[in-house]
C-alpha cells in the first residue's frame, strides 16, 4: 500500500515537472533572456550578423543623448503620448457618460465608437492615408468644389496633427469601454444622495462622480500613455516618418536604425531608454494622481 | 439621418417599461432630447466614414475614385479590382489568409497547452516557489513588445530559428502566456478542489485531472485568450516582418499589406480593395461576436 502510494506520488511529481517546465523554459528563452540581451547588446556595435558582438561600452548611449534627430524624435513621441493620452481620455471620458445605458442605440454607438480598434494601426494608417493623402478622397472632392488642397500629410506641422487625431479616432473605444466598466461600480446611492440635496449634473459629475471614479482614470491614463509611446505602426503607414523626417516617433526610428541601417547595438540603447522613461513615466503619473485621490478625499 | 430616430424611438419603446419602474431613468431620458440624438448620430457618421469610404471605393475605378471619392454610383461599381487585388502577383492574398490563420491557430493551440497546466499547478498549489513563478509571469505582462524584437532576434539566430515559421509562432506563443497564465491561474482558483479530490479518488492522475475536469470548466476565460491572441496574431505588424523577414516569401494578411499597399499607395484601386480584403475577415467576425470581443480587447489592453 505504502509502495503504491508512493509511486503514485512520484508520478503525480513527474506530471507536475511536465506541466510546469515547457512554459517557464519558453517564457525564460524567449521574454526573460531577451531582456537581459537588450541591455547587453546596447553596450555593442551588433551588426545583426556577427556571432560575437564588439562590447563598445556606452559610446551608444552618448551618441544617442548627442543625435538631433534622436532628439526630434523624443519630442514628436512625447507630444503624441501626452496630447493622445488627453484627447482619448477626454473623448473616453465624455462619451462613456453619453452612452452609458442599455438602450439599443448605445449599444450601437459602443460598438461604433470601439470598432477602429479591431483594425490593424497599419490599415488604418493606410486608409487614412489614402483620405487625407493630396491625392485622397478629402483633397479630391475640395479641388472638385473649387477650392486648395490642403496638407494633411505634407506639411510637417498639419501631419503631426493629424497622426495624434487619427490614433485618438482609433483608440478611444478602449476608453470609453473602461470608464463605462468605472461608471457601473459608482454607488448609485451616492448620486442619488447628492441629486436630492439639489446638486447640478456638473456638480454631482465633478464631486460625486470623478472622485469615485479615481482609480479608472489611473489605469486609463497610463494605459493611453504606455501604448502611445510606442507608437510604430502607424508611423509607418500614415506618413513613413514623413515629411522630412518630422513625424518620427522614437520607435520608428529604433526599428529604423536595427533592421535598416543594421545598427542593432544602437537601435538596443534606444530601446532600453525608452523602456526606462516609459517605466518612469507610468510610476510618476500613478504617484501624482495617488496623491490626488488622497486629496480629494481628505 | 432618418434612419437613425427610427432606431431611437424603437429603442425608448424597449426602455418604457423599465423606465416606470424606475423614476430616476426619467432624468436621464429628458437628457436624451434631439440635440443629444443628433450629436451623437454626427458622432457615428464620423467614426464609420472611413469605413464607409473603405467599402465603396473597393469597387471603383480610379478615375470614379479620384473625381468622387464619397459618391456611390450604384450602376458602376465592379468587382473586378477586388478581383485583381485577390490575385495581386506582389502579394497573393489568399495565401496570406492561409497562412495567418495557420499562425493564429498554431500560437492559441500552443498557448493554452502551454499555460493552462501550469497555471493550474499554480492555482493548486500553495508551495512558496509557484507563488515566484506566477510574480514571474506576471512582471512578465509589464515586458513592452518594442524592447524585445532586437534581442529575440539574436535568441532566434542563435537557436537557428530566424526566418522559420517555428520560430515566430514560439515567440508570438511567449508574448501571450504571462496574461494567460495570470489569468487562467486566476480563474483556476475559483473552480472548488473538491472536484480534483474527486478525480483523485477515481484514480486520475493530474495531467488527466487537468484535461478531463478542469478544462472543460475554462470555456469563458480560454474564449478570452484566444480572441486576444487572434487579433494580436493578425494585426501583428512588427514581429512577422522581422522575424519572418520579407525575404522568405512569408506573408500574413498585416505584412503582405504592407509589401502590396506601400508601393501603390496612389493607386486607389490597388489600395482601397487590398485593405478591404485585409480586415473583412476580422470585421465579420467582431460584428458576429462584438460583446465578447469588445470585454476580451478591453481586458487585453489593461494588461499594461
Same mark, same amino acid.
Given at each position: 500500500?505504502?509502495?503504491?502510494?508512493?509511486?503514485?506520488?512520484?508520478?503525480?511529481?513527474?506530471?507536475?515537472?511536465? +506541466?510546469?517546465?515547457?512554459?517557464?523554459?519558453?517564457?525564460?528563452?524567449?521574454?526573460?533572456?531577451?531582456?537581459?540581451?537588450?541591455?547587453?547588446?546596447?553596450?555593442?556595435?551588433?551588426?545583426?550578423?556577427?556571432?560575437?558582438?564588439?562590447?563598445?561600452? $556606452?559610446?551608444?548611449?552618448?551618441?544617442?543623448?548627442?543625435?538631433?534627430? +534622436?532628439?526630434?524624435?523624443?519630442?514628436?513621441?512625447?507630444?503624441?503620448?501626452?496630447?493622445?493620452?488627453?484627447? +482619448?481620455?477626454?473623448?473616453?471620458?465624455?462619451?462613456?457618460?453619453?452612452?452609458?445605458?442599455?438602450?439599443?442605440?448605445?449599444?450601437?454607438?459602443?460598438?461604433?465608437?470601439?470598432?477602429?480598434?479591431?483594425?490593424?494601426?497599419?490599415?488604418?494608417?493606410?486608409?487614412?492615408?489614402?483620405?487625407?493623402?493630396?491625392?485622397?478622397?478629402?483633397?479630391?472632392?475640395?479641388?472638385?468644389?473649387?477650392?486648395?488642397?490642403?496638407?494633411?500629410?505634407?506639411?510637417?506641422?498639419?501631419?503631426?496633427?493629424?497622426?495624434?487625431?487619427?490614433?485618438?479616432?482609433?483608440?478611444?473605444?478602449?476608453?470609453?469601454?473602461?470608464?463605462?466598466?468605472?461608471?457601473?461600480?459608482?454607488?448609485?446611492?451616492?448620486?442619488?444622495?447628492?441629486?436630492?440635496?439639489?446638486?447640478?449634473?456638473?456638480?454631482?459629475?465633478?464631486?460625486?462622480?470623478?472622485?469615485?471614479?479615481?482609480?479608472?482614470?489611473?489605469?486609463?491614463?497610463?494605459?493611453?500613455?504606455?501604448?502611445?509611446?510606442?507608437?510604430?505602426?502607424?508611423?509607418?503607414?500614415?506618413?513613413? $516618418? $514623413?515629411?522630412?523626417?518630422?513625424?518620427?516617433?522614437?520607435?520608428?526610428?529604433?526599428?529604423?536604425?536595427?533592421?535598416?541601417?543594421?545598427?542593432? $547595438?544602437?537601435?538596443?540603447?534606444?530601446?532600453?531608454?525608452? +523602456?526606462?522613461?516609459?517605466?518612469?513615466?507610468?510610476?510618476?503619473?500613478?504617484?501624482?494622481?495617488?496623491?490626488?485621490?488622497?486629496?480629494?478625499?481628505? | 439621418?432618418?434612419?437613425?430616430?427610427?432606431?431611437?424611438?424603437?429603442?425608448?419603446?424597449?426602455?418604457?417599461?423599465?423606465?416606470?419602474?424606475?423614476?430616476?431613468?426619467?432624468?436621464?431620458?429628458?437628457?436624451?432630447?434631439?440635440?443629444?440624438?443628433?450629436?451623437?448620430?454626427?458622432?457615428?457618421?464620423? /467614426?464609420?466614414?472611413?469605413?464607409?469610404?473603405?467599402?465603396? *471605393?473597393?469597387?471603383?475605378? &480610379?478615375?470614379?475614385?479620384?473625381?468622387?471619392?464619397?459618391?456611390?454610383?450604384?450602376?458602376?461599381?465592379?468587382?473586378?479590382?477586388?478581383?485583381?487585388?485577390?490575385? *495581386?502577383?506582389?502579394?497573393?492574398?489568399?495565401?496570406?489568409?492561409?497562412?495567418?490563420?495557420?499562425?493564429?491557430?498554431?500560437? *492559441?493551440?500552443?498557448?493554452?497547452?502551454?499555460?493552462?497546466?501550469?497555471?493550474?499547478?499554480?492555482?493548486?498549489?500553495?508551495?512558496?516557489?509557484?507563488?515566484?513563478?506566477?510574480?514571474?509571469?506576471?512582471?512578465?505582462?509589464?515586458?513592452?513588445?518594442?524592447?524585445?524584437?532586437?534581442?529575440?532576434?539574436?535568441?532566434?539566430?542563435?537557436?537557428?530559428? /530566424?526566418?522559420?515559421?517555428?520560430?515566430?509562432?514560439?515567440?508570438?506563443?511567449?508574448?501571450?502566456?504571462?496574461?494567460?497564465?495570470?489569468?487562467?491561474?486566476?480563474?483556476?482558483?475559483?473552480?472548488?478542489?473538491?472536484?480534483?479530490?474527486?478525480?483523485?479518488?477515481?484514480?486520475?492522475?493530474?495531467?488527466?485531472?487537468?484535461?478531463?475536469?478542469?478544462?472543460?470548466?475554462?470555456?469563458?476565460?480560454?474564449?478570452? /485568450?484566444?480572441?486576444?491572441?487572434?487579433?494580436?496574431?493578425?494585426?501583428?505588424?512588427?514581429?512577422?516582418?522581422?522575424?519572418?523577414?520579407?525575404?522568405?516569401?512569408?506573408?500574413?494578411?498585416?505584412?503582405?499589406?504592407?509589401?502590396?499597399?506601400?508601393?501603390?499607395?496612389?493607386?486607389?484601386?490597388?489600395?482601397?480593395?487590398?485593405?478591404?480584403?485585409?480586415?473583412?475577415?476580422?470585421?465579420?467576425?467582431?460584428?458576429?461576436? &462584438?460583446?465578447?470581443?469588445?470585454?476580451?480587447?478591453?481586458?487585453?489592453?489593461?494588461?499594461?
Amino acid at each position: 500500500m505504502n509502495f503504491v502510494k508512493r509511486t503514485k506520488r512520484a508520478g503525480d511529481g513527474a506530471a507536475t515537472l511536465l +506541466m510546469v517546465v515547457p512554459a517557464t523554459v519558453v517564457f525564460v528563452v524567449m521574454l526573460v533572456v531577451p531582456v537581459g540581451l537588450a541591455f547587453y547588446l546596447s553596450l555593442t556595435d551588433w551588426d545583426g550578423y556577427s556571432a560575437q558582438p564588439k562590447i563598445i561600452g $556606452g559610446s551608444n548611449y552618448t551618441h544617442l543623448f548627442s543625435d538631433p534627430v +534622436m532628439r526630434h524624435a523624443a519630442f514628436v513621441t512625447l507630444l503624441v503620448a501626452v496630447a493622445g493620452t488627453a484627447g +482619448m481620455n477626454l473623448l473616453g471620458l465624455g462619451f462613456a457618460l453619453l452612452v452609458n445605458g442599455t438602450s439599443r442605440i448605445n449599444r450601437f454607438l459602443r460598438v461604433v465608437l470601439f470598432y477602429p480598434h479591431v483594425l490593424s494601426a497599419l490599415v488604418v494608417g493606410f486608409l487614412w492615408s489614402a483620405i487625407l493623402g493630396t491625392t485622397g478622397a478629402v483633397n479630391s472632392l475640395l479641388t472638385a468644389h473649387g477650392g486648395s488642397v490642403l496638407p494633411f500629410l505634407s506639411d510637417p506641422t498639419w501631419a503631426l496633427i493629424t497622426m495624434i487625431a487619427v490614433l485618438v479616432w482609433a483608440g478611444f473605444g478602449v476608453n470609453v469601454v473602461l470608464y463605462l466598466a468605472g461608471l457601473q461600480a459608482v454607488p448609485r446611492s451616492l448620486v442619488e444622495a447628492a441629486r436630492i440635496d439639489g446638486a447640478t449634473r456638473w456638480q454631482v459629475f465633478r464631486h460625486v462622480t470623478l472622485p469615485a471614479l479615481g482609480p479608472v482614470v489611473t489605469v486609463n491614463i497610463v494605459l493611453s500613455l504606455v501604448t502611445l509611446l510606442k507608437t510604430y505602426d502607424l508611423v509607418v503607414s500614415l506618413t513613413a $516618418g $514623413g515629411p522630412a523626417g518630422q513625424t518620427q516617433t522614437v520607435a520608428y526610428l529604433i526599428l529604423w536604425n536595427s533592421f535598416h541601417d543594421n545598427r542593432l $547595438g544602437f537601435g538596443s540603447a534606444q530601446s532600453v531608454v525608452l +523602456m526606462i522613461v516609459t517605466g518612469i513615466l507610468a510610476l510618476v503619473v500613478t504617484r501624482m494622481r495617488r496623491r490626488g485621490e488622497m486629496a480629494v478625499y481628505s | 439621418m432618418s434612419e437613425l430616430t427610427v432606431t431611437e424611438s424603437r429603442a425608448e419603446e424597449g426602455t418604457a417599461v423599465s423606465e416606470a419602474a424606475a423614476p430616476e431613468r426619467r432624468s436621464v431620458r429628458r437628457r436624451s432630447g434631439l440635440p443629444r440624438a443628433v450629436f451623437l448620430g454626427l458622432v457615428a457618421i464620423f /467614426m464609420l466614414t472611413p469605413l464607409y469610404v473603405l467599402v465603396v *471605393n473597393a469597387f471603383k475605378p &480610379q478615375e470614379e475614385i479620384l473625381a468622387n471619392p464619397f459618391g456611390l454610383p450604384v450602376g458602376a461599381l465592379t468587382t473586378r479590382y477586388l478581383s485583381h487585388a485577390l490575385h *495581386n502577383p506582389q502579394f497573393n492574398i489568399v495565401r496570406g489568409y492561409a497562412v495567418t490563420i495557420l499562425f493564429v491557430v498554431a500560437v *492559441n493551440v500552443l498557448s493554452v497547452a502551454l499555460a493552462g497546466p501550469v497555471a493550474y499547478v499554480i492555482a493548486r498549489s500553495s508551495r512558496r516557489r509557484y507563488r515566484l513563478l506566477l510574480l514571474t509571469f506576471l512582471a512578465g505582462t509589464f515586458i513592452p513588445g518594442q524592447v524585445l524584437v532586437i534581442p529575440v532576434v539574436y535568441v532566434l539566430k542563435t537557436l537557428g530559428l /530566424m526566418g522559420t515559421i517555428r520560430g515566430f509562432v514560439l515567440f508570438e506563443t511567449a508574448l501571450t502566456l504571462p496574461f494567460s497564465v495570470f489569468l487562467y491561474a486566476g480563474y483556476i482558483g475559483t473552480i472548488p478542489p473538491t472536484l480534483d479530490q474527486a478525480a483523485a479518488v477515481d484514480g486520475a492522475g493530474r495531467l488527466r485531472t487537468f484535461w478531463k475536469i478542469i478544462f472543460p470548466l475554462m470555456r469563458p476565460v480560454v474564449a478570452t /485568450m484566444v480572441i486576444l491572441n487572434t487579433f494580436s496574431v493578425w494585426n501583428d505588424f512588427v514581429n512577422p516582418q522581422i522575424i519572418l523577414g520579407p525575404g522568405s516569401g512569408l506573408y500574413t494578411v498585416t505584412t503582405g499589406v504592407y509589401a502590396a499597399v506601400s508601393q501603390y499607395s496612389t493607386d486607389y484601386s490597388v489600395v482601397f480593395p487590398t485593405l478591404l480584403l485585409a480586415i473583412a475577415p476580422l470585421l465579420v467576425f467582431f460584428v458576429v461576436m &462584438q460583446r465578447h470581443i469588445i470585454s476580451g480587447l478591453t481586458a487585453g489592453a489593461t494588461k499594461g
